[in-house]
């Protein structure tokens, strides 16, 4: 469940870097440790993200993450699909539960590849 | 010892169970330099004692008396079901609906409740009340302050001047701009109010009626913050929206009450209740519990505790506030008591309310030397100017039997003289009478 | 069950007032009425009686059931305090009296129960003094915390953070952001506050630190006069959170203790039944040096034996309330502590600790006890050993419901996996426990055999298990969405 083409933040985001643009969504990891989504909040089109901060939440019944952008950049889309469907981050975190996308300002510094973030994964589940 | 079931019998089998030599033994742990140093308390009293020594308390205070005061808080008559329903134990002797299997009747009058608080303000969304009108609106100040972003506050100082100095409180730690905008004998200025929201401000917080019991349409106004990004927070009335323009109508983003005019006794300032409404923009920064509708298993209809991941024991440090309960009690007597009088009976009581306060304005202010504060509209409660000190008149004619009214002077300096005045439908016209009898009288 | 608007029929009169001589349209400009009606029900007096009295028979209540919700103090209150509370002497006195300049006179009564509430509360705790004021635990925890900054404020002490374990509240974290507080979680050792994890997050930047104790796992802080010395050290206040000072009674006070702020939840301890949910109260109490800093108004007693209220305290945190809190609630609580006297309030805190240790031990074998010793006033158990056969802690409190038992809480305190929080109190009695414990192990027996048993708990109440999910998503929160 983890794509190999994808890098990995430690705070279970991924990002998906193709050029200069990156798609943003949260791992299936994550969403099985939170359970049915009922709701995201995400940051509009044309803010700023650095990489590390905060950038929006997403809730369900009994829990609620904040989310944290795993690059720097400007969000240039957002998936409305999520507001009246939270749901498909949990049947689809990789591709319909993709979250923004954002036109990078730097690079992909720190973050994990598939197998370093397996790791994380497996040291959290216990 | 009364209400503690255990005979000396059931304590020894007790102890032999958990393997103790003694109840002594069970606090082991908490060592000598914290024992209590003393512990000096009378010893307990038959029932039958208390509730005289009680009944001796209770005359002490003289509720006997004639009395005209609001300043918020209001004694309407409370329908008799309402007390003879909101003691089932199986109501009050409940928990926090947290099993909602064993919680349906908490959690549908809950529903129910908000159903009705915003019909009557013209929101969408409401929870499950607060503690009181109050914080209810410090919480709608705080809903405004997470929306925006912003931190500056405009406020109306014809506001009840409680709720002013409570939002100071709470504010003062907070890094917030209170800017508190002049009235105008008692009416809201409404122009400064448009003038004074910048791009930096959270929210406009204004009340209807006014303290001064002064009745506004803040259409234009609410309209005017819109435009700038401003949150507008309105407190109002409860009884009076049976007949007022709704907050909703007026196009408010967030409307809170207090609620003690809805089935609650005064009782000296409390329990009361926070009643908070908001449109569905607002809805994600609300406070509190709320209850929402589903199904179970089975496809019924059921209700539950929802949103919760708003709250402190899932966001702990970063939960939209503090508050872990409501109400709920009051909440279910407020409910009731508007059920109770239903659309026509809540119209009915406002209307007497107005009408009354017209009339005691109108005996009032023919007496010489009074006049009224201002000639602006208002409903159930106004404020007339005296020719003498309004603590002076007050004293004079509390010692004769009645309480005439509130002393503005002690929260608006330069209003010494006036005195603000309710009615509420248990005002009768012959007690007015002899309001304005006994007023003549002192002046004269 | 339908809404109490479904049932509603045009034209059934209610508890109606007289009819008004002119309309609100004739007394009022049309620019400040509204346009259509609000849409209250109309129904009749019966209708709304038997609307209420059929949904109150879809609740659980103490009266009813046995309600052993850890942390809530669910214990039976007697109802004379409910009598005290609707005396008219009482409930028709409007709180602004006191600002009248010299009506105080009309409220004496009122005035000389709040002082000596105020003045019992402080001997229990041996705190300085207490305000009445704030209108629920959490409100209280507010009030304490903004206590605590004036001091420190006025002390010119630059403090940023204050300190929650693990075991505390959960509403400690939540309250001290609100004032304006960083907060430090720190994390327990063998289920209580320990002197070396403390010592890593102490310096000069830390106000506070707020203990609950007993803590959510029933334990008492042995640690505790260490702790004190510790914060004493970099001028730091120490918060009790005091919500079930049940298990402590007569056998330690907060203010001896070496504790300088502490709220109380009255509606747990001094004879207020929950209400569903509210009204509660939670008066603070202060050591001396930060009297000074309580809310305004005071209520003082004069030489002549006259009560009254002062308003005149600079350095106050200012109002958390409109008046005086919960005055109805502390009327209850002033009756039951007049009714139970010293001896009585001993006796429930040693019997509500008896009660959750024999518990304890009932369960002892059947529910895993995380730390197995001597509790307070309640334990935790975790359902660990039962999710091998799929059973949850969630599915065992619903098997209870259908037993018509309270479940106990579950999912708290976050420390434990699978938590389930007892809390028997001090007015069940042996059989009710007996009974409890007995019905418990049989239900855990079947279940073990057969888990659908549990998962599909509870059958027997007006609905089955309901979809939360789909309340969140929806989000219909009245009868018009």
Redesign the interface.
Known sequence: MIPKDLKYAKSHEWAKIEGDSATIGITHFAQDQLG?L??V?LPKVGQTLAAGAEMGSV??????S?LYSPVSGIVTEVNAALESA??MINQDPYVAGWMIKVQLTGGAEGLLDASAYEQVCAEEAH | MPYVPHTPEDIRRMLGVIGAPSVEALFAEIGPSMRPKSFDLPEGKSEMAVLAQMEDLARKNAVSQMSFLGAGFYDHHIPAAVDALSMRSEFYTAYTPYQPEASQGTLQAIFEYQTAVTRLTGLTFANASVYDGGSALFEAAMMAVRQTGRRRLVVCEALNPIYRVMLASYTSNLNLELATIAHKDGSCDLAALTAALDGDTAAVLVQNPNFFGTLHDFGALFAAAKAQGVVSVITVYPVLQAVLKSPGEMGADVAVAEGQSLGLPLSFGGPYLGIMTCTRDMVRQMPGRMVGRTVDTQGRTGYVLTLQAREQHIRRQKATSNICSNQALCALRSLMHLCLLGEEGLRRTAEICIERAHYAAERLAAIPGVRLLSDAPFGNEFAVSLPVSAYQAIDKLTSRGVVPGFPLGRYYPGLENALLVACTEKTSKEQIGILAEMLRGMLL | MNTVFKKSDPGREGVWPERAHKSAAELLPAGLLRTRPAGLPSLSELDVVRHFTQLSKRNFGVDGNFYPLGSCTMKYNPKFTETVAAMPGFTRLHPVLPQLGGAGRLCQGALEVMYETERLLCEICGMSAFTLHPMAGAHGELTGVMIMAAYHKDRGNKKTKIICPDSAHGTNPASAAIAGYEVVNLPSRDGIVDPIELAKVLDDSVAGMMMTCPNTLGLFERNLPRIVEMLRSVDALLYYDGANLNAIMGKMRVGDAGFDVVHLNLHKTFGTPHGGGGPGAGPVGVSERLVPYLPISRVEKLEDGQFYLNYDFPKSIGYVAPFYGNFGVVLKAYAYILRLGRAGLIRATESAVLAANYLRKRLDGVLEVPFDRICMHEFVATACKQTTCGIRALDIAKMLLDKGYHAPTIYFPLIVKEALMFEPTETESLDTLDQFADDLMALLAEAAVDPALATGAPRTLPVTRLDETRAARSMELTDDL
């Open positions: 049915d009922t709701y909040d809730e369900s019944v009994k829990a609620a904040e939270p749901e």
